[in-house]
């Protein structure tokens, strides 16, 4: 398995819900990453775990909260999100190690779209 | 603060021909440059750069790094309609955890 899932492919929600973005990988990958894509724009780095621990949080507000259950999964709670939050929030797999060659590998992301 | 900036911004070509994408960057702890290929969804792998001046080829994609000058390329020969997409540089850089750093990408359309 070479794939990072994503789920929900798509999601509408209102600024008063609160939703969760999931990710998986079976790659044994130990570090996951969170980033969010605007339209025309590339993407931001929110969250990276490294062996399931937090190691970087670039500033992301309060009402995104990561969690790594285990070394498979990635999830990202959300609540009271605003309008401008909709975007595609992209999920990535990498080892943390050095002397790799096959980068990072990116899920097909999910559509959010905030009402 | 990093930067990673990539030019053109857009290009439009015909089939057949040869186009060359720049990518340059400042960051601190550069560990490597990754090129990503962005069409709808998730951004695909191309190349993984880490030494200068060592070519990494992929059928009609080519890339090299210069670590003196801080810039890649990518080049496309012969290219195809199902070229078009945005290209995405991203650099590698080292810390506690490892994080990308992505430029702003090219947007390619290859006309018939």
């Known amino acids: 398995d070479t794939e990072v899932t994503q789920t929900p492919k798509h999601l509408v929600m209102g600024m008063t819900n609160k939703k969760s973005l999931k990710c998986e990988q079976h790659m044994g990958h130990r570090a996951m990453y969170w980033y969010k894509q605007k339209a025309k724009k590339p993407p931001e780095l929110m969250f990276v775990y490294s062996y399931e621990k937090l190691s970087i949080n670039e500033s992301v507000p309060s009402r995104f909260s990561p969690e790594c259950p285990n070394s498979s999964l990635l999830n990202l709670h959300l609540h009271a999100l605003q309008p401008e939050d909709s975007a595609l929030y992209l999920c990535?797999?990498?080892?943390?190690?050095?002397?790799?060659?096959?980068?990072?590998?990116f899920g097909s992301g999910t559509r959010l779209t905030v009402v | 603060e990093d930067k990673v900036v990539q030019s053109p911004l857009s290009l439009v070509v015909h089939e057949g021909d040869t186009v060359t994408l720049n990518c340059s960057y400042e960051?601190?702890?550069?560990?490597?440059l990754l090129w990503y290929k962005q069409e709808k969804k998730a951004p695909t792998f191309l190349f993984m750069l880490?030494?200068?001046?060592i070519e990494k080829k992929s059928g009609r994609l080519s890339s090299i790094l210069d670590k003196k000058e801080l810039f890649s390329i990518l080049n496309i020969t012969a290219t195809q309609t199902g070229d078009s997409a945005v290209y995405l540089c991203a650099v590698e850089a080292s810390g506690a955890t490892n994080k990308l750093i992505f430029g702003t990408g090219t947007l390619l359309a290859v006309q018939p």
């Open positions: 990535a797999s990498s080892q943390p190690d050095w002397g790799r060659d096959y980068g990072y590998t």
């Open positions: 960051v601190t702890n550069f560990r490597s």
């Open positions: 880490t030494s200068s001046g």
